[in-house]
């Protein structure tokens, strides 16, 4: 890549990309490897559980901003929604059993690596989740006039993903409820549409901490019958 000219250096980064990702595809074309469904949700769920942790550590961007003593108030919604949005999104990932989706549903070879794969976005959104309400805490501090509408979507969108894509590899293969089914979905986009709300991470905590609740009471009243 030394060698090519800059606007080539791009292209050729992501097919790179691409071709590193398919290695164990194809690798697993030929016959499956042997693994363990228990060892292998383990080491997805700590990796999601360390990305998650991270996002936490945004607070202190937020602890810093208070210390400048400028708009407390946007600054203590900003904390609270935080928290509200990852612990909730912390629950709702290991709502599921990860282990006894790829024990049964998807021991295929195709679905296996729609869950292996689909974390991507997973950690990709849980990271991004940390970054924008850090980025968030900065525009609060650093601008005396309202903040534009759009710019709480730098929180609001990571966690719309993040909902979607453990919707899409942990709910719909456990076949719950029509309830559970539609309120992932809903939710995300209620979320996405709060960016746009005067305290975004606020609105976007207490939606999500909604979905808890009803996935909660479902799966209790699921366990009852």
Known sequence: MLFL?????????????VAELSVPVWAQSAGMTPWHPHHIAER???????????????????????????????????????LLMVFAMWWLYFARPAHTVLATTHQAHRKRFTWAYGHYLIFASAAAEGAGLAAYAKLITRRTDVLSPAAGVVITMPVAIFLITVWAIHVRPHQRSGVEQLAFPAVAVAVLVAGHSLAPAVVAGLLVAALLVVVTVTDRTERVR
Do not use: C, K
């Open 5 to 17: 000219p800059a606007p080539a250096q791009l292209p050729a980064i992501i097919g790179l990309i």
């Open 44 to 82: 997805y769920e700590l990796f999601t559980l360390i990305v998650l942790g991270e996002s936490v550590a945004a607070a202190a961007a937020v602890r810093s901003a208070f210390d400048r003593h400028h708009n407390a108030g946007a600054l203590y919604l900003l904390a609270t929604g935080g």
